[in-house]
């Protein structure tokens, strides 16, 4: 099947289907991410064009499911990652006027706000867990350098969380004092 079959499959589809796709993703998450999740299940559909049954309502469906599955999955990681940031925190005197949510929102903030390289890196490490050797070979970089750029990124991160006032976790307290 070549691209422009494959176009207009989609389009056929997109006009048939893309309503009650998202109506489905509607009844089970918010508007942004269902109009993202609606995006996601198309781009699959025309690579996979040539594999999905007739009529696609019952494909396109169970990929809207699969897609927003691991959307939560995501946002539950990214939490889970907040709340081991945090939960590493070393009292600070000016924590005396924060919660723990305040503290968690800082983290994400300042980890939403250092660049894409280093929140990478960073989400390798507390995230996904990975060893040195594993966060390397997934960066395709050296071991020597991805511990540098861990560092930095450390480092960086932890600034930011100076800078607004909030505790910095402990892992990211030695990137600073170094």
């Given amino acids: 099947m070549d691209d422009a079959d494959r176009h207009a499959r989609l389009e056929d589809w997109f006009r048939a289907y893309g309503d009650r796709v998202l109506a489905y993703l ?25 594999v999905v049954p007739e009529p696609a309502i019952g494909w396109l469906l169970a990929t809207a499911r699969r897609v927003l599955a691991n959307a ?4 539950r990681r990214r939490e889970q990652l907040t709340v081991r940031l945090t939960e590493h925190s070393e009292p600070s005197a000016q924590v005396g006027h924060t919660t723990e949510d305040d503290s968690s929102g800082a983290v994400a903030e300042a980890l939403a706000r250092v660049s894409p390289a280093d929140r990478e890196v960073l989400t390798l490490s507390a995230w996904y867990e990975l060893t040195t ?8 970089c050296s071991r020597s350098a991805y511990s540098v750029r861990l560092h930095r990124a450390r480092r960086r991160l ?14 990211l307290t030695e990137a600073v004092n170094e």
């Fill in 26 to 50: 509607l009844h089970r998450t918010d508007s942004d991410t269902a109009q993202d999740v609606l995006q996601e299940v198309f781009v699959i559909a025309f690579r996979k064009a040539n």
């Fill in 72 to 75: 939560h999955r995501g946002a």
């Fill in 133 to 140: 050797d594993e966060a390397a070979a997934a960066l395709g």
């Fill in 158 to 171: 932890a600034e930011r969380l100076a800078t607004a006032g909030f505790p910095i976790p402990s892992r």
